[in-house]
């Protein structure tokens, strides 16, 4: 993704997600650094003005025929050179929060939690991977956290959550040495954006020190550079907002 590309072929991306708080500001800062490419911005309910070069699309994770369809639809149009996942759930108003105890494991929310943050990532996968520029360096990132991290769990609490993101990022990895197969110049990473300021933080933003709660520009802008300055041999991993490598 260097400039250089950016002025020989047009440069295409799809952010899932527009419609979330760094999702869409994902979408501003991709359409804005590669001004000449198309960006497809993917939501549920289609909402918002967008610049020019970006065209909003939706789907739902939950209905796999509507992942389908934006794949044939963005597909038709030439190989892709960027895909971002930046959905996901951490509670539900009125239905189910994160789980503070054992005590609190639900088996309805969880599998809401895991549909969401799990199986809909891995169902974009499974339908944009295919899409990738095979010929050049081409990405697939979805936006994890830090507290899937196995070996940096210290606190304990919110099973579902952070259990389907250590799921989702076992599926990147495996998306990451799938891919090498077709095209070593092509990566799959998970991203931590940091805690960032947006609806599904603000009921946990209490314990949040001075200066570390992020805004969603910022967020987007930071993961954007980390994104652009991933070299094949980091495939498979998770990158925090700051470029350092967090480990499983
Ligand atoms: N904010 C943080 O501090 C933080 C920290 C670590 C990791 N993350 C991760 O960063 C990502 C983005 O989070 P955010 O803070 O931007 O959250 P957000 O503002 O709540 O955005 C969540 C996005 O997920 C979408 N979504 C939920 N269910 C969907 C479905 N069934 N089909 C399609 N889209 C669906 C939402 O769409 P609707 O608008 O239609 O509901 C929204 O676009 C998440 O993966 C989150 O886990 C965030």
């Known amino acids: 993704l260097s400039p250089t590309d950016v002025t020989e072929r047009p440069f295409r991306a799809v952010v899932f997600g527009a419609s979330g ?3 869409r500001e994902l979408v501003l800062a991709v359409a804005k ?13 289609l909402e918002g003005a967008w610049p020019d070069n970006v065209t909003p699309f939706s789907f739902d994770l939950e209905a796999e025929p509507s992942i389908a369809k934006a794949s044939d639809s963005i597909g038709s149009g030439g190989q892709l050179d960027l895909v971002m996942v930046a959905t996901g759930v951490l509670k539900s108003d009125g239905t189910f929060e994160p789980e503070k105890s054992w005590r609190a494991i639900d088996p309805s929310a969880m599998a809401k939690v895991f549909a969401l943050n799990t199986i809909g990532p891995a ?4 339908h944009f991977l295919p899409l990738l520029a095979r010929d050049r360096r081409s990405v697939f990132a979805a936006l994890s956290a830090r507290v899937s991290s196995i070996s940096d769990n210290r606190l304990g609490g919110w099973h579902s959550y952070r259990a389907s993101k ?22 799959a990473v998970s ?8 609806e599904l933080s603000k009921p946990f933003q209490g314990n949040v020190g001075k200066g570390k709660l992020f805004s969603p520009a910022y967020s ?9 300055a991933l070299t094949s ?7 925090a ?3 350092k490598e967090i480990g499983f």
Request: include cysteine.
């Open 21 to 23: 708080g760094i999702g």
């Open 33 to 45: 650094r590669y001004s000449h490419g198309s960006i497809f911005a993917g939501m549920r309910k």
């Open 123 to 126: 169902l974009i996968g499974k």
């Open 166 to 187: 250590t799921a989702l990022n076992m599926i990147v990895r495996n998306f990451a040495l799938e891919l090498a197969t077709r095209n070593n110049a092509a990566i």
């Open 191 to 198: 991203l931590h954006p940091g805690t960032v300021d947006t």
């Open 220 to 228: 987007a802008m930071c993961l954007l550079d980390v994104v652009d």
């Open 233 to 239: 041999a980091e495939s498979g991993k998770m990158f």
């Open 241 to 243: 907002w700051d470029g």
